[in-house]
Every structure is written in structure tokens, then in C-alpha cells.
């Protein structure tokens, strides 16, 4: 939960605009707060407005705009700089606080009005390393369902979250949140709820469908939390699964199946999804981004990139390949 009285009022303003008018999902407001908070805090050690030592503890409540208009485009860079140098924080981390930063001086000055200047109008975003996602081989994925499917106190359930990541490429989010209700068995399909709030339409297989049968069969009916009733997946508890638990299971299977957990997650399993239905499916680019909810085809591209037997055989059937 976010509290919204140890805040500015421009803050929660900003966050409320985003909740409510653009209808940002809870995840992004949670993230905005986070990067913002962040930020705040080191701008008052930037421009010594605070003799607090522990960042941690470095209170943003009584900020004011004044504060805000102090700000210039090196202070940013220099908060980024902090970032890199004090936390080994990634390019894709500081692309995601250069993109919050963004939206939120742009909130300032054209819908808040209450800046005049917007110091991140040229702010630009560090250059990400394109690496290749990594992925489970076909091998691989079989051995992980098969170890998922041995006898343990929660296999039927582990066994469906397992199928239904490496079968349709959904994220850990869209995974915790499904409800019974947005399963349409008859048509074998779901509708998941994804970034940005956007609802899109997973259709399921004959794995996931018999995997998710098999795991209401004996999926818990009485003691269920009021709030957790239509769920999809429970908890021991018998309430909706969290995001940890998911992650949890994951990688206890990833282990018993001697696969290397510092090298593969719940993430990697929708890469591994995609890849291999685009190795083995015959799967248009299109449709690929369609299923995994990507908004830009570009994110989707790198998934084009990860067969190196196709680029192994373009080499080996040049016609060129045989002269000695």
C-alpha cells in the first residue's frame, strides 16, 4: 500500500491523475511512487535540504514546488549517476526512473500547471544492452513439467502454474490474477488482465486445459477467504497466491529438475514459451506479439533472433559452402 500521508500533495496528486484518468494498473502506481520517492529523497541530499544520513529515513512530506523548480536536466543526471554508482543499477532500471521522471514532469507543467519549466524535456534514455533472452531448450521444459508432475503436497496446482507458463507466455501478474470466472473452457480460452490494465484473450491447449482440470478437481471449496473465492490459484492459506509464492514454486522445480535458478525465473519461462513456439510453431510475428501482449513488435523482434540453427543452416546452404 502506498501512504499517502507521508507524501507532497503534488505527488499524490500525480499518482491519483494516473489511478484514476489514464487508469494505470495498481503495479505501475506502486512503481511510480517508488522511482518518485527514490528520486525526492535524493534531491534533498543534492541540494542539502536535509542532514539526514540514512536515505531510508529521509522524509519528502514537507517538499514543496519551489523544490521542484530548483530541479534542472544535470540534477537528474546526477540522480542517475547515484543510482549507477551506489546501487550497480542496471540500464533497463534507469530507463524505467527516466521514464517516470518523464511522465511526472510532464504532469507538472501541463496538467498541474504548477511548473513552468520542464527540466526533463530533453532528458534522454541510457542505451540498453540487447542481449538474447534466455530460455529453457525443449529438453529442458519436458524435463521441468515431468519433475513437476511427481508426487508432492501441491502438484496438481505447482503442475498447472508450470504448464500454463511454459505453454502460453503469460507474466507472473496475469498468472496470480486469473479468476475461475475468465476461464471459458468451452472455447478453451482466458482473458488475463495485462500491463496497463489491458485485458487481452489467451487461448489454451490441450496441456493447459487438462492441467487446470485436474487441479479444480482438487483445488480447495470450504474455507476459502471471502476475497479469494473466485481465484484461480490458492494459497495453503486458501487465499489468492502472491506473486512471491508463484516465484517460490518456480524455482523449488527448477531446482529438482538440476536446472540453474541464477540463470532461469518465472520471467525466463514466458521467454521459453515464446521462443519455442516460435522455433516449433511456425508462429507469425504478429501473433506472437499478439499472445504475449507486447504493445511494440520491436520487443517481440528479439524472440527472431534466438534460433541459431536457422542462421547456422542460411550459412550451410550458401551455394558458395562446398567449394574447396
Known sequence: MIN????????????????????????????????????????????????ETDFRNIKIKNMSVNDLKKIKLNDIHAFLFYLKENYRSKPATLARKVSTIRIFFNYLCVKANLLEVNPAQNLETPKLDKRLPKYLSLDESKKLLNITSEESRNKERDYAIITLFLNCGMRLSELVGINIKDID???????????????????????????????????????????????????????????????????????????????????????????????????????????????????????????????????????????N
Do not use: W
Not at 495498481?26 to 541530499?45: G, M
Not at 495453503?236 to 522445480?253: D, L
Open 185 to 323: 473452457f468451452s472455447e478453451c480460452k482466458l482473458n488475463v488482465i495485462g500491463k496497463g490494465n489491458k485485458e487481452r484473450t489467451i487461448y489454451l491447449n490441450k496441456s493447459c486445459n487438462n492441467a487446470i482440470n485436474a487441479y479444480l478437481k482438487v483445488r480447495p471449496r470450504d474455507g476459502v477467504k471471502y476475497n479469494s473465492r473466485d481465484a484461480l490459484f490458492l494459497s495453503e492459506r486458501k487465499e489468492r497466491i502472491s506473486n512471491r509464492a508463484v516465484q517460490y514454486i518456480v524455482k523449488q522445480e527448477l531446482q529438482k529438475a538440476g536446472l540453474d535458478t541464477n540463470k532461469y525465473s518465472v520471467h525466463k519461462l514466458r521467454h521459453t514459451a515464446a521462443t519455442l513456439m516460435y522455433q516449433y510453431g511456425n508462429v507469425d510475428i504478429r501473433a506472437l506479439q499478439e499472445l504475449l501482449g507486447h504493445e511494440s513488435i520491436a520487443t517481440t523482434q528479439i524472440y527472431t533472433h534466438v534460433d541459431n540453427t536457422q542462421v547456422r543452416n542460411a550459412v550451410e546452404n550458401n551455394p558458395l559452402a562446398n567449394i
Open 4 to 51: 499517502q500521508d507521508d507524501s507532497p500533495v503534488f505527488l499524490n496528486d500525480f499518482l491519483e491523475y494516473n489511478a484514476t484518468i489514464l487508469n494505470k494498473s495498481p503495479n505501475s502506481i506502486k512503481e511510480y511512487n517508488y522511482d518518485l520517492v527514490t528520486f525526492l529523497r535524493f534531491i534533498q541530499i543534492h541540494f542539502k535540504i536535509t542532514s
